[in-house]
């Protein structure tokens, strides 16, 4: 009996075993077929999707291989959204048997599910980046709006791959991102040094008419970095020749482009766009003002610089510190003393500190024009702002007291400055004194002088001894003169025609006849010989005046009209 029982017990659980079995193969078939036909319907659903979608954009190539994953990596996980199929996977209601049952090998699913999922095309690291950057999704989400908030927040967030990942989805769609989208994505792709992908997004908002002045200066700014100006050169001309695009092109993407040829201190382009901008209708701004003006002053072109600044002025606009003291030094080149006093009054005005450039250039155009009471005014002022004298202070004033004919007040205030100033002297200030010297025939003083510079271990210029020597001839001392030129040759300084007309000069007025031929026989020019016939005719040597006269035309050189005028009239009293 207990060997029935133990039978029947084995019996029914082998009964057991077998229904379970069977059960089991009915609910592992059930749920193979219910997630066969769910997967099913998904891969139609995407795929009917897909066709759409490329009806729609027939000319767009699309390369299907870039958009298709269906894992949502770190790089693109802020987007919503259903990622399209991978053309190799080919999903079709006619290959039900690329889609893997949940429940096959139980042993090995998890790891071929995984390995599913998460396995991608293998690239090379240096692709690595604008593949992930080049995938679509399909976007649940439809509201453009939200889309390009989206898009901006990405940007802002410098995630270059998500939001060039979203922004080709949206293009993908026919979904248009709005112009602050669009943008905030070009700045973030040009800090990232994508110039191509920037460029891409620029034509798109072009053609969609979505371009702003930012974007404008953004593409224009980048393209000069990264390529050359002239390339940003000819995008803005081809902008302007283009009715709707340039209705968005402001004044500040003007200023960028002036702004990209100013650092080369190049003038021309910049006068092209100024121009350009007023033919367009537009007014300059501040910057737009500013920028002219310092780059015509930089390159020298004052006449220009002042025009800027006139027609600044004409719009109402305050220039700021830069431009005016740019303006002062524009008007000391041109002689507009009374223009640069005007501005550098206005600037006092509005509590602007002039910089001691500024003032220098105040003061010497004030001396060129001969104005010492109002140099010395702006000289007195310059403590009041905090300003020490430099060298080209005391040389402007020097030069001013030489142009209002007070030679004897400039070596007066020399003397002044060489005992509490002594570190300033350089040349240009010991050649104004000479100039001083010379006009008041101090040979003396003008030789002292240059012993001095040459004791300070100045290098004395031809200019330097050009000055003594005409201090000498001032004086009639013509052999001081010589000596002085003698030295001249010795320190290897080679005489200009200055230097030897002063000579011939001199030796007429001291009748040293020998000396005057041996110049003219060294350095045979015309204007030695026109100033040694002048010379004899104004002495009364007319023979000597007429052989010098015979001489010069046998050796093919011409004599002015003066020289001619004094041998006709000697000829005539002869």
Known sequence: MVMAAEVLNMYDCCSTRNNLRSDFQFITSAYFNWGLRTKMNCARNQTSLLCKSVEQRKNQRVKLSRVASLEFDSACEEEEGTPFFEENEAFSENHPQQISPPWGNLSNQDSEDRNHFNTRPKVSSKNTFDESSNKMYYLEERDEEILSNRLLNLSRSNKVRSALSLYRSMEFSDLLPNAHGCNSLLSCLLRNRRIEDALEVFEFMKSKEIATGHTYTLILKAVASFRSRDAALRIFEESESDVEAKKHMDAIVYNTMIAIFAKTNNWGPPLKIWTSLKDNGLVGTAVTYRLLICVFVRCGQNELALDAYHEMVQNGLSPCDDAMQAIIGACSKEGKWDLALNVFQSMLKSEIKPSLVSCNALINSLGKAAKVELAFKVYNLMSSLGYSPDAFTWNALLGALNRANRPADALLLFDGIKKEYASVLNVHVYNTCLMSCRRLGLWERA????????????????????????????????????????HMVREKKSPDIFTLLSLVRGCVWGSLWDEVEEILESAPNGSLYNAAIQGMCLRSKIDLARKLYAKMREIGLEPDGKTRALMLQNLRKR
């Not at 510079?453 to 009639?476: D, H, K, P, Q, W």
């Open 447 to 486: 030789m002292q002088l240059m012993w001095r510079m040459e004791a300070s271990g100045f290098r004395v210029s031809v200019t330097s001894y050009n000055l003594v020597i005409g201090a000498c001839e001032a004086a009639r001392k013509p052999k001081m003169a010589l000596e002085v030129y003698g």
